[in-house]
Each structure stands twice: as structure tokens, then as C-alpha cells.
């Protein structure tokens, strides 16, 4: 079955840039999708098929994907920011959704 | 808005059966395919089943594939979860979501989430 596998932990100072890989084979051939999710909270979609944004999502949050690698991008970190951060993609092969562990993003 | 509200979460001994729902609001749920993902305590997000917008179309993930079953009720704007043979590792926060299409092939994603509802299987 298809895996994808992101870095358990990521620190940034505020200000700064976050970047969560989630790494998976030929990852660029499929749509990626990412949710943020903050403590105590059910998750919320921040980026879909690689790069767009929902509505009501700050343009700060970016995504890229290509080859082995998908990537999403926080710009100008905030305190805010600092939540668990999952990847999602559709396996056609299954008829499957796969997620990545989870990265927990702390904002130093 | 679009609103997902699920229940029937609750204790549960191993062996026995619970059965989950979904309340939807908002939109209109007959065009939408729906998702069960759920959440061991401390752990990531592991999606369990999918339910295409007429209700034709059903896949489960492996763990849960014959002991699971997802349902809905478009009249009632409704989704379902039945569970059976429940496992110590069926513990989790289990969250309903809507999907951006109605077909499952179009449907891979969880466009919105409900809150959750926790099930503890215990003995």
C-alpha cells in the first residue's frame, strides 16, 4: 500500500519560514492535500490538489509538490501557526485515502 | 455554513457493536460523496470508509474492512457508521467529512470535518 512519511517535528522562530515535507513515491503524480490541526481541535483543510487555498485561509500557507516530495510552506510564522500538520493523498489503485504520521509544527 | 455533527460515541466492551452518526447541515448532502477518518488518542489520522453521493459505491480501510459498515440516509441528511467486532485498537475520535464531489473517484479529500465523537473500547 502507498506511504507517506513526514518529519515527526519541525521548529521555527516567529517570522520565519516553515516547511513540511511529506515525502511518498512519485508523490508529484498525485494530488496532495493538507490539514492543519490545532490541540483539542478537529482538523481543517489548509491547502488542496498541491497548491490551492480553501477560502478564509491566510496567503501565508503554500504548498508545492514534485518527484518524491510534497511540501507545504507557512510564511511569516505566527504564534498561531503552532499545530499538527498532516498529508493526505488519494490512492485510485485501493479507492484508498493515505496520510502521512503528522508533523508537529512548534513555533519557537 | 456547512455543518457536520456526529454522535453515538461512547464505552464499548471488545466483541460488541456500536453505530455511529452524522448529522449534516448547510448543504446539499444527496450530491456529496462523505468520509469516516478516525484518531487514536495521541496518534494521526487514519481514514476508515467512503460512501459515494447515492450510496452505490463503498471502500474501507483493510482494519476495518468486514467488521464496518458505512451507511447514509439522504432523506434524513444523514451518515452511518456501524461497527461490529469492536477491537481494543478501534479506540479513537472518529470524524465525519464531506467530500468535494460525489463520485469516489473525485472524492478524495475532506473538504470539512465534523468535531468528532470518541469511542473507547474497553473491557
Known amino acids: 500500500s502507498y506511504v507517506l512519511t513526514q518529519p515527526p517535528s519541525l521548529s521555527v522562530a516567529p517570522g520565519n519560514t516553515a516547511r513540511i515535507t511529506c515525502r511518498g513515491d512519485?508523490?508529484?503524480?498525485?494530488?496532495v492535500h493538507w490539514y492543519q490541526q490545532k490541540p483539542g481541535q478537529a482538523p481543517v483543510l489548509v491547502i488542496y490538489y498541491d497548491d490551492d487555498r480553501p477560502s478564509g485561509i491566510p496567503e501565508r500557507f503554500s504548498g508545492s509538490n514534485s518527484g518524491n516530495t510534497a511540501t507545504l510552506i507557512v510564511s511569516r510564522v505566527e504564534a498561531g501557526d503552532e499545530a499538527d500538520y498532516h498529508c493526505?493523498?488519494?490512492?485510485?489503485?485501493?479507492?484508498?485515502?493515505?496520510f502521512g504520521g503528522g508533523t508537529k509544527l512548534t513555533v519557537l | 455554513q456547512v455543518q457536520l455533527v456526529e454522535s453515538g460515541g461512547g464505552v464499548v466492551q471488545p466483541g460488541r457493536s456500536l453505530r455511529l452518526s452524522c448529522a449534516a447541515s448547510g448543504f446539499t448532502f444527496s450530491g456529496y460523496a462523505m468520509h469516516w477518518v478516525r484518531q487514536a488518542p495521541g496518534k494521526g489520522l487514519e481514514w476508515v470508509a467512503v460512501?459515494?453521493?447515492?450510496?452505490?459505491?463503498?471502500y474501507y480501510a483493510d482494519s476495518v474492512k468486514g467488521r464496518f459498515t458505512i451507511s447514509r440516509d439522504s432523506s434524513k441528511k444523514m451518515l452511518f457508521l456501524q461497527m461490529n467486532s469492536l477491537k481494543f485498537e478501534d479506540t479513537a475520535v472518529y470524524y465525519c467529512?464531506?467530500?468535494?464531489?460525489?463520485?469516489?473517484?473525485?472524492?478524495?479529500?475532506?473538504?470539512?470535518w465534523g468535531k468528532g465523537t470518541l469511542v473507547s473500547v474497553s473491557s
Open positions: 493526505q493523498v488519494w490512492d485510485g489503485a485501493s479507492d484508498h485515502q493515505v
Open positions: 460512501i459515494s453521493y447515492d450510496g452505490s459505491g463503498k
Open positions: 512519485n508523490v508529484g503524480s498525485r494530488r
Open positions: 467529512t464531506k467530500a468535494p464531489r460525489g463520485v469516489i473517484a473525485a472524492a478524495g479529500m475532506n473538504e470539512v
